[in-house]
C-alpha cells in the first residue's frame, strides 16, 4: 500500500504569492476544494447559498483565500513544526503496514491531506485546534488545524494514522443505515489503537487521555445498553456526548460525556487485543460484535 501526501502547504504557498484576488479564489478553489467538493456537497447545512463556491469551505471551517494574515501566520506556526514532514512520515508508515492485506482492499494509494482552519469558527468548539475526517467517496483523508501548538502538535501522526485507519475499516464494514453503536465505537476505538500501536500512547487523543475514571464509568453503563442501537443521530449520542448532541439537534442520551464513545471504543479493542494477542492490522478485519464480545469489556455490566 501506497501513500500520496498531498503538499497543501505548497499550495497554501502559491495562495499567497498571489497578489491577484481573482486568481487566488481561482486557485484556491482549483487546489484544495474541487477535490473534496463531492463530499462537500453531502455537508450541506441549512441556509447555505447553493451558489457559493466556498460554501463548502464555510461549512468545514477552512481559512478561505482573502484571509491571507490569518493562512500566513497559520502557515508558518505549521510548517515551523515541520508538521508536513511529519504528517508525510506517518501517512508512509502507516500505509506501510497494509501491505500484507492488499488484497482485501480495492485501492492501493491512500491520499492525506493537512488544511489550515479558522480560529474565530471554532471559537466554542471543545476539540484542542485540531480534528480529522475521510472522505466518503474515495481513499483520502484530512487533518486541519486551527490553533497549532504544543498540545496538539504532538499528536498529528496519531491523527493521520487514525484517519487513514478508517479509511480501510469502512471499506471492509462500509457504513450504512443498519451500523450500530458497537460498529461505531468499534471503529474509534479500533483507529486510536492503531495509532498508538505505530506511535506510542503518547500520540492518543485527548477523547482517551482526558477521561477520568468516574467519566469511562458513565459512558460505559450507558453505551452497554446501546450496543446494538442504530440510526446516525442516534449512534453519534452514544459517540460524542450529550454536549455535542444538544449544539447538533439530536436527542441527548442524560449523562454521556464528550467523546465517550471515543474512550470506550479505545478500550473495547484495547482489551480484546490484549485477549486475543492479535495485531491492530489483523483485529481491522474482524466484525465489531466479535471484538466486544472476545474483550469482555461490558461482562460484569448487566445490558438488560
Known amino acids: 500500500m501506497k501513500s500520496n501526501w498531498i503538499p497543501t502547504n505548497e499550495y497554501y504557498g502559491r495562495l499567497l504569492n498571489e497578489p491577484d484576488a481573482a486568481k487566488r479564489e481561482q486557485l484556491y478553489l482549483d487546489?484544495?476544494?474541487?477535490?473534496?467538493?463531492?463530499?462537500?456537497?453531502?455537508?450541506?447545512?441549512?441556509?447555505m447559498d447553493p451558489n457559493d463556491p466556498f460554501a463548502g469551505a464555510k461549512v468545514w471551517?477552512?481559512?478561505?483565500?482573502?484571509?491571507?494574515?490569518?493562512?500566513?501566520?497559520?502557515?508558518?506556526?505549521?510548517?515551523?513544526?515541520?508538521?508536513?514532514?511529519?504528517?508525510?512520515?506517518?501517512?508512509?508508515?502507516?500505509?506501510?503496514?497494509?501491505?500484507?492485506?492488499?488484497?482485501?482492499?480495492?485501492?492501493?494509494?491512500?491520499?492525506?491531506?493537512?488544511?489550515?482552519?479558522?480560529?474565530?469558527?471554532?471559537?466554542?468548539?471543545?476539540?484542542?485546534?485540531?480534528?480529522?475526517?475521510?472522505?466518503?467517496?474515495?481513499?483520502?483523508?484530512?487533518?486541519?488545524?486551527?490553533?497549532?501548538?504544543?498540545?496538539?502538535?504532538?499528536?498529528?501522526?496519531g491523527l493521520v494514522a487514525h484517519e487513514m485507519h478508517h479509511l480501510v475499516r469502512f471499506r471492509v464494514f462500509p457504513f450504512t443505515p443498519q451500523t450500530s453503536v458497537a460498529e461505531y465505537i468499534v471503529l474509534e476505538g479500533m483507529a486510536e489503537s492503531f495509532a498508538a500501536a505505530l506511535f506510542g500512547d503518547e500520540v492518543v487523543g485527548y477523547y482517551v487521555t482526558q477521561f477520568d475514571e468516574a467519566m469511562l464509568d458513565a459512558a460505559k453503563s450507558l453505551i452497554a445498553t446501546g450496543l446494538q442501537k442504530t440510526g446516525f443521530n442516534v449512534i453519534r449520542s452514544y459517540i460524542f456526548g450529550d454536549a455535542l448532541a444538544e449544539r447538533s439537534g439530536f436527542e441527548p442520551l442524560g449523562g454521556m460525556p464528550a467523546y465517550g464513545g471515543y474512550a470506550v471504543g479505545y478500550h473495547v479493542v484495547q482489551a480484546f487485543l490484549q485477549r486475543t494477542g492479535m495485531s491492530v492490522e489483523e483485529a481491522t478485519f474482524v466484525p465489531a460484535d466479535e471484538i466486544v464480545a472476545k474483550s469482555e469489556f461490558f461482562a460484569e455490566l448487566d445490558p438488560a
Do not use: C, S
Open 31 to 47: 487546489l484544495l476544494v474541487q477535490p473534496w467538493q463531492q463530499m462537500m456537497n453531502m455537508m450541506q447545512r441549512p441556509g
Open 61 to 157: 471551517g477552512w481559512l478561505l483565500p482573502h484571509q491571507t494574515d490569518a493562512i500566513a501566520n497559520l502557515l508558518q506556526k505549521m510548517e515551523a513544526a515541520n508538521a508536513w514532514e511529519i504528517g508525510r512520515d506517518a501517512a508512509a508508515k502507516a500505509a506501510a503496514q497494509f501491505a500484507p492485506y492488499a488484497d482485501r482492499l480495492p485501492f492501493d494509494t491512500f491520499e492525506g491531506w493537512l488544511v489550515l482552519a479558522d480560529p474565530t469558527f471554532f471559537a466554542n468548539d471543545p476539540q484542542p485546534g485540531y480534528t480529522g475526517a475521510t472522505d466518503w467517496f474515495a481513499p483520502r483523508y484530512i487533518g486541519q488545524f486551527w490553533e497549532p501548538d504544543g498540545r496538539n502538535l504532538p499528536h498529528l501522526a
